[in-house]
């Protein structure tokens, strides 16, 4: 039998209702950013530090490897470093995100309580298998990426053809220590295996979570939505999480494209393109149900008052063809009125988001392209 548990902080149950029984165990994940929020300061801190533990182990160990010399520090070190701990905070501040949506979403949710209860356990709570055994499959899938980076990178072919090294696994030794920066020692190859395959797992994790929840935000809104064109503002909550769960795919982007020896590669430029359209994706395809949804509404509500204005209209046409003009300005009245909810239903958006959401959105999924171009303007600016 479930033990009945309280739901997470965020979702607090009103006085005198049931405890909830939860449909499933909570995740690793969810279970370490509970830990780190039972913890003093603010969670940020926590996974920064993670971060920088990380970093300076890694760098301690290829320093001692003669990876590089001993106070160099590695941007791609530093971006393998901070992966594992940005996803988990990544996820972390979703997972809140995600409860205050679902809290504002409220007023357009069908159901009771504890159907709420239960929509909003599930909307915030990674299933515990879930997260592990499908974290490893994406994150296996990940490292493959990176042997094929590491097998494509043009340095080490060149290498492996002068050196007459052309076995696939020469080939792919020599791009692993050239594209990860590994030092000629057992340790360095350890601690630059066990980074990534954290990496990769936790990344693997964080990519299964934002799947998750974007197709959840297209049930909801298919499945659980009361819609009512003249309160949008329950629909705006879902995407205001949608896009922030876009914005901080553009930073893993950021990220990625910063590793000069990763971008010399075709994979490095398939993977920032890949990221930045599924980021795109992220955020609109979950709307698109709602959005067809609030069309049929527009479209019923607009089809009512055509009736109305068409009937309105025989009424006047037939005063007038009998001299009948007692009455006409309360006629013009209401086809006045009528005109004025024609014109205001018809521009009432059918996206459910703010003008201001889709500005930062477009700002920050633009702005790397932008910032790419002008290096490569000024390049060649330079270079001739």
């Given at each position: 039998?479930?033990?009945p548990?309280?739901?997470?902080?965020?979702?607090?149950?009103?006085k005198?209702?049931?405890?909830?029984?939860?449909?499933?165990?909570p995740?690793?994940?969810?279970?370490?950013?509970?830990?780190?929020?039972?913890?003093?300061?603010?969670?940020?801190?926590?996974?920064?530090?993670?971060?920088?533990?990380?970093?300076?182990?890694?760098?301690?160990v290829?320093?001692?490897?003669?990876?590089?010399?001993?106070?160099?520090?590695?941007?791609?070190?530093?971006v393998?470093?901070?992966?594992?701990?940005?996803?988990?905070?990544?996820?972390?501040?979703?997972d809140?995100?995600?409860?205050?949506?679902?809290?504002?979403?409220?007023?357009a949710?069908?159901?009771?309580?504890?159907?709420y209860?239960?929509?909003?356990?599930?909307?915030?709570?990674?299933?515990?298998?879930?997260?592990?055994?499908?974290?490893?499959?994406?994150?296996?899938?990940?490292?493959?990426?990176?042997?094929?980076?590491?097998?494509?990178?043009?340095?080490?072919?060149?290498?492996?053809?002068?050196?007459?090294?052309?076995?696939?696994?020469?080939?792919?030794?020599?791009?692993?220590?050239a594209?990860?920066?590994?030092?000629?020692?057992?340790a360095?190859?350890?601690?630059?295996?066990?980074?990534?395959?954290?990496?990769?797992?936790?990344?693997?994790?964080?990519?299964?979570?934002?799947?998750?929840?974007?197709?959840?935000?297209?049930?909801?809104?298919?499945?659980h939505?009361?819609?009512?064109?003249?309160?949008?503002?329950?629909?705006?909550?879902?995407?205001?999480?949608?896009?922030?769960?876009?914005?901080?795919?553009?930073f893993?982007?950021?990220?990625?494209?910063?590793?000069?020896t990763?971008?010399?590669?075709?994979?490095?430029?398939?993977?920032?393109?890949?990221?930045?359209?599924?980021?795109?994706?992220?955020?609109?395809l979950?709307?698109?149900?709602?959005?067809?949804?609030?069309?049929?509404?527009?479209?019923?509500?607009?089809?009512?008052?055509?009736?109305?204005?068409?009937?309105?209209?025989?009424?006047?046409?037939?005063?007038?063809?009998?001299?009948?003009?007692?009455?006409?300005?309360?006629?013009n009245?209401?086809?006045?009125?009528?005109?004025?909810?024609?014109?205001?239903?018809?521009?009432?958006?059918?996206?459910?988001?703010?003008?201001?959401?889709?500005?930062?959105?477009?700002?920050?999924?633009?702005?790397?392209?932008?910032?790419?171009?002008?290096?490569?303007?000024?390049?060649?600016?330079?270079?001739?």
């Amino acid at each position: 039998m479930k033990k009945p548990v309280k739901p997470r902080r965020s979702l607090p149950v009103p006085k005198g209702a049931p405890l909830f029984v939860p449909p499933y165990f909570p995740s690793w994940v969810d279970r370490f950013t509970a830990f780190v929020d039972r913890l003093p300061g603010p969670p940020w801190a926590y996974y920064a530090a993670m971060g920088v533990t990380l970093y300076l182990g890694t760098a301690a160990v290829q320093w001692g490897s003669g990876a590089y010399p001993v106070g160099v520090l590695s941007r791609g070190h530093a971006v393998g470093a901070f992966l594992t701990p940005f996803a988990l905070g990544l996820m972390h501040y979703l997972d809140g995100v995600a409860a205050s949506a679902i809290k504002s979403f409220r007023p357009a949710l069908r159901g009771g309580e504890n159907s709420y209860h239960r929509l909003a356990y599930i909307f915030t709570t990674l299933p515990s298998r879930l997260a592990v055994v499908g974290g490893l499959l994406v994150g296996l899938a990940g490292l493959m990426l990176a042997g094929g980076a590491a097998y494509l990178l043009p340095t080490t072919a060149s290498l492996g053809a002068a050196e007459g090294g052309r076995d696939v696994l020469s080939v792919l030794n020599r791009g692993f220590v050239a594209l990860f920066e590994v030092g000629p020692t057992p340790a360095s190859y350890a601690v630059t295996l066990a980074v990534l395959v954290l990496n990769w797992w936790t990344g693997g994790t964080l990519v299964l979570h934002t799947i998750r929840r974007l197709i959840l935000v297209a049930r909801i809104y298919k499945r659980h939505t009361n819609v009512d064109l003249f309160r949008q503002g329950p629909l705006y909550a879902l995407s205001r999480l949608t896009a922030q769960t876009t914005i901080g795919a553009v930073f893993v982007v950021y990220g990625i494209a910063t590793v000069p020896t990763y971008m010399a590669t075709r994979v490095g430029y398939v993977t920032v393109a890949m990221i930045v359209v599924l980021a795109f994706a992220s955020f609109a395809l979950p709307l698109v149900g709602i959005h067809r949804v609030l069309v049929g509404e527009k479209d019923r509500l607009l089809e009512g008052i055509a009736d109305r204005l068409r009937s309105t209209g025989a009424e006047l046409h037939r005063r007038i063809d009998q001299n009948l003009y007692r009455g006409m300005d309360e006629l013009n009245k209401a086809m006045a009125g009528l005109e004025i909810e024609r014109n205001m239903i018809a521009a009432m958006p059918t996206w459910p988001w703010q003008p201001d959401t889709l500005r930062t959105l477009l700002i920050a999924l633009l702005l790397p392209v932008a910032v790419w171009v002008t290096q490569v303007l000024l390049q060649r600016v330079l270079l001739t």
